[in-house]
């Protein structure tokens, strides 16, 4: 049997001009994470990589402290939904100033909500397919799996979306659920996936066994 370890990005510039690069905070989690699974022995045979700026970056964040991580194989399926996208078409007002608490939580109340609409078919947002598409294209990471990494030891780094996706479909959640898996993964978390040649099942979900330590505390971020 084969293990999928599913991280999510590091911590990305959300309230910048530019979000798809990682702050310096996430370059931090990135590297971090790397020196803890090289110090716990693990050995992947293959990474798996959304094509986005913040998930090759913190390939690079674990590789700094992880020299024989393997370099990546470029997997579209594994980007995330444009959110920027989906608020637009939702036709809201705006929800302020990102830097604030109140601009913060109004962002994630639209994103919510535009998540739902379009799973539903309520909205078509621009330069998107429909939800699922999407979701097919999601999925398609963990056929692969099956054909070809029934053993072994594989990295996936991609991001919230993605990852909410293949954990709600192994569950046989609805996709209200998966939008609440999604909005609760942090950065830099694991989630485990047991792959064999006819079936995939989920071990665990969003752990950070990296930042556990009390200096690392204010390092768990959620953007």
Request: some cysteine; hydrophobic content about 40%.
């Amino acid at each position: 049997m084969g293990t999928l370890h599913l991280v999510r990005h590091a911590q990305a510039s959300f309230g910048s001009d530019d979000y798809d690069q990682l702050s310096p905070l996430g370059w931090r989690q990135a590297q971090r994470l790397g020196e803890h699974l090289q110090a716990h022995g693990l050995e992947v045979g293959a990474v798996l990589c959304g094509t986005l700026r913040r998930h090759r970056q913190t390939w690079e964040g674990m590789r700094q402290a992880w020299p024989s991580l393997p370099e990546p194989v470029v997997w579209p399926g594994l980007d995330e939904y444009d959110s920027a996208a989906l608020i637009e078409a939702l036709h809201a007002p705006c929800a302020g100033d990102p830097h604030t608490p109140e601009g913060y939580r109004a962002h994630f109340r639209l994103l919510r909500d535009a998540l739902r609409q379009w799973m539903d078919g309520v909205i078509t947002p621009r330069g998107m397919p429909p939800y699922e598409a999407w979701r097919r294209n999601a999925l398609e990471v963990l056929e692969h799996a099956r054909q070809q990494h029934a053993q072994g030891e594989v990295l996936v780094i991609s991001s919230g979306g993605p990852i909410a996706t293949l954990v709600g479909h192994l569950l046989g959640v609805q996709p209200e659920t998966t939008v609440e898996l999604n909005l609760r993964l942090r950065n830099t978390a694991l989630s485990e996936v047991a792959v064999a040649p006819k079936r995939c099942a989920l071990v665990s979900f969003n752990t950070l066994p990296h930042l556990s330590a009390p200096q690392h505390r204010d390092w768990i971020t959620y953007a």
